[in-house]
Nanobody, 120 residues
Framework: QVQLVESGGGLVQPGGSLRLSCAASGRISRINDMGWYRQAPGKQRELVATITSSGTTNYADSVKGRFTISRDNAKNTAYLQMDSLEPKDTAVYYC??????????????WGRGTQVTVSS
């Protein structure tokens, strides 16, 4: 089995920064794409950013220039550096990963999410 655990959420004032982490563990052979999604109250879950195993990134227009996704393949961990945070960024942030396990079976996994609240 594979587990994803997010950390780093919290309460921050507008204009502030947070860094989220997503650590993958379990019977992992290889992690392909990793990504961050978010879901605000009353809204659908939306893509924030993705990163391939080779480091190619993709961002939602709403976060371009403010958020940076990265990963450490040796640690099976992805990060989301969030700067210039705005109240509209308030949401539960979820990590997603495309993982091939040690039995060479691939699947997409989700973490349980971490709350980010931007408010003065």
């Amino acid at each position: 089995q594979v587990q994803l655990v997010e950390s780093g959420g919290g309460l921050v004032q507008p204009g502030g920064s947070l860094r989220l982490s997503c650590a993958a563990s379990g019977r992992i052979s290889r992690i392909n794409d990793m990504g961050w999604y978010r879901q605000a109250p009353g809204k659908q879950r939306e893509l924030v950013a993705t990163i391939t195993s080779s480091g190619t990134t993709n961002y939602a227009d709403s976060v371009k220039g403010r958020f940076t996704i990265s990963r450490d393949n040796a640690k099976n961990t992805a990060y989301l550096q969030m700067d210039s945070l705005e109240p509209k960024d308030t949401a539960v942030y979820y990590c997603n990963a495309d993982v091939r396990n040690i039995f060479f079976v691939s699947g997409k996994y989700w973490g349980r999410g971490t709350q980010v609240t931007v408010s003065s």
